[in-house]
Nanobody, 126 residues
Framework: QVQLVESGGGSVQAGDSLRLSCAAS????????MGWFRQAPGKEREFVAA????????EYTDSVKGRFTISRDNTKNTVFLQMNSLTPEDTAVYYC???????????????????WGQGTQVTVSS
C-alpha cells in the first residue's frame, strides 16, 4: 500500500507563509497525480490543488489561485504546497492524496484518490 506523510503545518499570523511537504512511499509515485485537500471543523473536505504525473499541469481552487503553488520532486517522492498570504479562512487540516498510477481524472474530487495521508494542521490568526 502507498503511504503518505504530511509535514510543515503550524500556527502563523495572517499574511505569513507556510510550505507543506508530503513524503510518499511506493514505486508508482512518479506516475501518480497528487492532490492537496483541506477540512475545517464542521465543513466538508475541499479540494485545494493538484498536479499531474510529471508536474506539467496543475489545478487550483479559485480561493487559493495566486497565493498557493503546488509542485513535486519525483526523485525524492515528495509533493509540496507553498502557501503565501495566508488568511484565517485557510485554517484547516491539510491532507495530501494520490491517485492510482496513470490515472488522471476528476482531480478536484476526493473520491478519486484512494491514498491519503494523516493530515497536518494549519492555523492562521488575524
Amino acid at each position: 500500500q502507498v503511504q503518505l506523510v504530511e509535514s510543515g503545518g503550524g500556527s502563523v499570523q495572517a499574511g505569513d507563509s507556510l510550505r507543506l511537504s508530503c513524503a510518499a512511499s511506493g514505486p508508482t509515485f512518479s506516475s501518480s497525480a497528487m492532490g492537496w485537500f483541506r477540512q475545517a471543523p464542521g465543513k466538508e473536505r475541499e479540494f485545494v490543488a493538484a498536479i499531474s504525473w510529471s508536474g506539467g499541469k496543475t489545478e487550483y481552487t479559485d480561493s487559493v489561485k495566486g497565493r498557493f503553488t503546488i509542485s513535486r520532486d519525483n526523485t525524492k517522492n515528495t509533493v509540496f504546497l507553498q502557501m503565501n498570504s495566508l488568511t484565517p479562512e485557510d485554517t484547516a487540516v491539510y491532507y495530501c492524496a494520490a491517485q492510482r498510477a496513470y490515472y488522471y481524472n476528476y482531480l478536484s474530487r476526493a473520491s478519486e484518490y484512494p491514498y491519503w495521508g494523516q493530515g497536518t494542521q494549519v492555523t492562521v490568526s488575524s
